[in-house]
């Protein structure tokens, strides 16, 4: 009895193995490098170059509103309302005999220069500069040994004296 299950099952795992066995045929060479379609073809028709060219600003003029019978009643038109520029440096606004300066707090890593806006200001005073408003702000700056913190002091000051300022490391920030 064991005998009509042994040889039945010994011939079917010998036909899954030769139904999954390994393969004799050779597989044929695709594409080769001198295949001629693996080479680039050359350009039929010569491409296009982009030159950019400067647009005024009045090229592209704001959309006109629409017509007031467009709205339902009770609606108004919206003002357009051009945006000033963005002032990267906020806060302080110089006249034409002053000048803004910036300084950071310190350089990362090291003890901070100035720990306080008032010690900022307090060091450029002690150096005979008048400084008539000052404003603390966080910039971006690269985490790095050496690099300046991202608390930055500003200050204004009087045109004459922005070199002494530049001396001591302050930055005309306008």
């Known amino acids: ?93 110089a006249a034409d005999n002053q000048s803004v300066m910036m300084r950071a707090a310190g350089v990362q890593c090291e003890d901070v220069l100035y720990p306080t806006e008032e010690d900022a200001v307090a060091a450029l005073e002690a150096a005979g500069i008048t400084v008539y408003e000052s404003a603390t702000f966080e910039l971006m700056v690269t985490a790095v040994c050496g690099g300046p913190t991202s608390t930055h002091y500003q200050v204004l000051i009087d045109a004459a004296n922005q070199a002494q300022a530049e001396q001591m490391g302050w930055e005309f920030a306008e």
């Open 1 to 93: 009895m064991v005998k009509r299950f042994a040889y039945p099952l010994i011939l079917l795992m010998l036909l899954l193995l030769a139904a999954c066995g390994p393969s004799n045929v050779q597989p044929e060479p695709t594409n080769t490098p001198s295949s001629p379609s693996l080479q680039p073809e050359g350009d039929v028709m010569p491409r296009p170059t982009i030159t950019a060219t400067a647009v005024p600003d009045e090229a592209y003029p704001p959309p006109p509103p629409p017509p007031a019978s467009t709205l339902p009643e009770g609606y108004s038109m919206p003002e357009v309302v051009i945006a000033p520029t963005h002032n990267p440096y906020p806060g302080i606004e």
